[in-house]
């Protein structure tokens, strides 16, 4: 089931979504996302670089974005940007890594939500920031009709320009 | 071509590529189930849009898909392949950062936005061209260097666009006990 852009108001919170990091996981993430770079899965490559740990990627923060997104918004939602993605601070080995957000702009006319999404590891302690434009379906609209990007027929699909 | 080497050159060197193409990688591996599974694994994601059609059909897609923010993994060329040397130890993943000639041996990614567009689906192959936007030379505390401002527009073997990223990376020269 999706939320429809009916039940969005602006100040509702997004999340949280969480995942506990261990040396384990970051390797688990790493061979996923395929950043092998020392400093996501080694604690002492990462602290000669002035870390305190090993610690998570920009991939790592775009996913967890995306996965909080989507647990929010339900299959039907669909992101469509990241905004001014910025790490702050490090997502280590040992941390609890939490996703949430707010809504910060509804459209019903175009269905378009703004979400300020950012990964904590303490209430207190952000490491991401980010801005999402994501929409969602209308609870009247044939939504899923006019979404579809059919390739059924074999035609090539229209680049897609907003 | 390998992306791993940082070209070194003088800030005018950087300056003179801004507008143009830099790079043009191919992603190793086409979008497939066993990667988009370890995904989900890692981050334990639970969402049926990417391994079940039906599913996935009910939310808009023509069949099961990626998740959006896979673009790099899909976009990112091999590390090591037949006719290329053998990896050199603490290597970096092989994007095209490290192409434009600029002094500084440090880097640091600051900022990125990325707009999503065609969804991936399995067997879609991904290319990403990577325009060279913007030279801003700046002094940080974690030393002398300058902003490259990179445009890299990933698309599927049909030309579609499916993402395009806007990223912003520091390369500097480490100040000494920074």
């Not at chain 1, 305190?52 to 669909?78: H, I, K, L």
């Not at chain 2, 050159?9 to 507008?19: C, H, I, K, N, P």
């Not at chain 2, 990403?128 to 505390?141: D, F, I, N």
Request: contains cysteine.
């Amino acid at each position: 089931m999706s939320r429809t852009i009916e039940d969005v108001s602006v100040g509702d919170p997004v999340g949280p979504v969480s995942i506990g990091l261990s040396i384990q996981r970051l390797v688990m993430i790493a061979a996923a996302n395929r950043d092998f770079a020392p400093t996501h899965h080694d604690a002492a490559v990462a602290r000669a670089t002035g870390a305190d740990g090993a610690y998570t990627n920009m991939m790592f923060v775009m996913a967890m974005m995306e996965r909080a997104v989507q647990a929010w918004g339900g299959s039907a939602s669909r992101l469509r940007a990241l905004s001014s993605v910025r790490m702050v601070a490090f997502n280590r080995a040992g941390d609890t890594v939490t996703c949430r957000g707010t809504v910060t702009a509804v459209d019903t006319e175009t269905r378009e939500v703004s979400l300020e999404l950012w990964l904590e590891t303490e209430p207190d302690r952000r490491t991401a920031t980010a801005a999402a434009r994501v929409t969602l379906p209308s609870a009247a609209s044939a939504f899923r009709g006019e979404e579809r990007t059919s390739r059924q027929d074999g035609s090539k699909p229209a680049i897609r320009r907003r | 071509m390998t992306a791993f080497a940082m070209a070194h050159g003088t800030w005018e060197d950087a300056e003179r590529l801004v507008g143009t193409v830099i790079a043009e990688l191919s992603g190793a591996d086409a979008v497939n189930d066993a990667m988009v599974r370890h995904q989900l694994e890692a981050l334990e994601w639970d969402s049926p849009v990417f391994t079940d059609d039906d599913a996935a059909r009910a939310a808009g897609y023509d069949g099961r898909i990626a998740p959006f923010s896979m673009y790099l993994t899909f976009g990112m060329p091999a590390y090591w392949k037949p006719g290329m040397p053998s990896l050199p130890p603490n290597s970096l993943a092989p994007f095209a950062f490290g192409a434009v000639p600029a002094p500084g041996s440090a880097m640091l990614a600051t900022q990125t936005s990325v707009e999503f567009h065609d969804p991936m689906r399995p067997g879609d192959r991904l290319s990403a061209t990577w325009r060279l936007t913007g030279v801003t030379r700046k002094r940080l505390s974690l030393g002398d260097g300058g902003f490259l401002d990179f445009e890299v527009a990933y698309r599927n073997q049909d030309g579609a666009l499916v993402a395009l990223e806007r990223t912003s990376v520091f390369r500097y020269d480490p100040e000494p006990g920074a």
